[in-house]
């Protein structure tokens, strides 16, 4: 009889000794021993929520290249982005992006084949475009934002009387859910007026904190992911959770409804639809949208929010510009200060500040005297590069005014500045969601809502999985 378990040891000893020897084909990349003899260090600093920064370690060490597991590498070098992400459609996505699908459908974010893709995004790609953002989102956006400041008033006189701090999280999350619900459902959530209803406080954020949470273990294989997400189910099962996703899909229930009765609507589920496919499909993709278009913008608007109390000098020429140009909604985005407030706010949010893995093609790639084979996960990191001391002077201070074309800004900065990745696969909400953070700023500051505040704490610890999730779920400021 075969002695099954004999053979697996030896199997996997073999296995581990050749990551460490002379003969793997990626030897000659530095890095330290554990990622080259397990990709278990990789998953534990996922799972702990530090692996930006234990990347950005290995590269203070090692240099812009290394070793992050027996079968990944990371560059350091905004250089590498186009070809890795952009050039003749960049390379694929690894099969592990499959963790992110949605009901059992792969979504726009998860698919990792361009075939499954292609029809879906063209199908959709109008409602993204900057002209349609303008012609069709702007009113939609400027009622969000209006929600957002009554419910930011409402909160504040709560919080004046008790003296607690006001977090300002889930106000940012409830502002982007109704903005991304209006225009691409045409039909608004309602998560501003939450408070006020009995539908339930920040009904769909349980849902999003649990998609969030994927990313802590999303590296793991297809298996072992299922696993140990039914394992967790199991043991801990999560409630509110649980609550929230049933509430999101009543919510989407009916937007699929509404969108099969007006066919003729320009709407992101109708779109899909008279595309052909399925309405579990659609609704998935709408599910995806919901936890993309709610916890990267929220995440951005309240870091900014945070910057602004942070450094109230900023916050007066922020005002002054807005009051002294009081743009139209299409002057908005050429104002340079508050251009330079906003991406200042998306280079050091990091609502995505980990890896953006992809699988190196058959041709191989070459980086610096290395040559990185086929099959090999390659990645550059957001936070690595909008951290680069040597292309963002002081590069964890919030500086609105290193944007502003007086100074100059480098073609080194604008290649390193990669808030919605880059590439084909690049966000493809991402003109929604600068719009969104334009129009939500010029309401906020215009009507004067951040002044006289203070920050209860001087940074915003986040766990560092794909989507960051902020520690404690809180970003509190403190109501004078």
């Known amino acids: 009889m075969p002695d099954f378990p004999s053979q697996i040891s030896a199997f996997l000893l073999g296995r581990s000794i050749y990551r460490i020897s002379p003969l793997h084909r990626l030897h000659g ?30 590269h203070e060490q090692y240099g812009p290249i290394v070793r992050t597991g027996p079968n990944s590498v990371d560059i350091a070098d905004g250089s590498v982005l186009n070809t890795v992400y952009l050039d003749k459609g960049g390379f694929a996505k690894p099969e592990f992006y499959h963790n992110f699908d949605i009901d059992g459908h792969v979504t726009l974010f998860s698919s990792t084949h361009s075939a499954y893709r292609g029809p879906r995004a063209k199908a959709v790609l109008p409602l993204f475009s900057t002209g349609n953002i303008r012609s069709d989102a702007t009113h939609l956006l400027e ?169 109230p000098h ?10 002294s140009s009081n743009p139209s909604d299409e002057d908005l985005q050429s104002l340079p200060y508050l251009q330079g407030v906003i991406k200042e706010g998306l280079r050091l949010s990091m609502a995505n500040p980990s890896r953006l893995p992809r699988v190196v093609p058959a041709t191989g790639l070459r980086y610096g005297g290395f040559v990185v084979p086929k099959n090999t996960i390659v990645s550059c990191t957001p936070y690595e590069l909008h951290l680069d001391p040597a292309v963002f002077a002081d590069p964890l ?26 590439g084909i696969r690049q966000c493809i909400a991402r003109n929604l969601a600068t719009a969104e953070l334009f129009k939500a700023l010029s309401v906020l500051v215009m009507e004067d809502k951040l002044r006289g505040w203070r920050n209860v704490e001087d940074a915003i610890p986040i766990k560092q999985w794909f989507n960051s999730h902020v520690v404690g779920d809180k970003i509190e400021l403190q109501v004078i």
């Open 29 to 58: 990349i530095p890095g330290p021993f554990l990622p080259r003899f397990s990709s278990a260090w990789l998953n534990y600093h996922a799972f702990i929520g530090d692996e930006s920064t234990a990347v950005h370690a290995l």
């Open 143 to 311: 009622a969000a934002a209006r929600s957002f400041t009554k419910r930011l008033d409402r909160e504040v006189g709560r919080h004046r009387a008790s003296g607690d701090p006001l977090n300002i999280l889930p106000l940012a999350r409830g502002f982007a859910l109704d903005a991304v619900s209006s225009y691409l459902f045409d039909y608004n959530y309602g998560a501003c007026e939450e408070d006020q209803n009995d539908s339930g406080h920040g009904s769909a954020f349980g849902m999003v904190d649990a998609f969030v949470a994927v990313g802590q273990s999303w590296y793991l294989s297809s298996w072992l992911f299922k696993l140990y997400e039914w394992t967790l189910s199991a043991l801990l099962p999560d409630v509110q959770a649980t609550q929230s996703i049933r509430h999101v899909d009543d919510f989407l229930e009916l937007v699929v409804a509404h969108a099969k009765k007006n066919e003729g609507s320009s709407s992101f589920p109708s779109r899909l639809l008279r595309a052909g496919y399925s309405e579990s499909e659609v609704a998935a993709q709408c599910k995806d949208l919901i936890f993309a278009g709610t916890d990267s913008t929220a995440m951005n608007l309240a870091t900014i929010c945070f910057m602004l109390v942070k450094f």
């Open 314 to 323: 900023k916050y007066e020429l922020l005002r002054q510009e807005l009051l």
């Open 397 to 422: 201070a919030f500086t609105p005014e290193r944007w502003l074309p007086e100074n100059n800004p480098t073609d080194a900065m604008r290649q390193n500045f990669i808030p919605f990745g880059h």
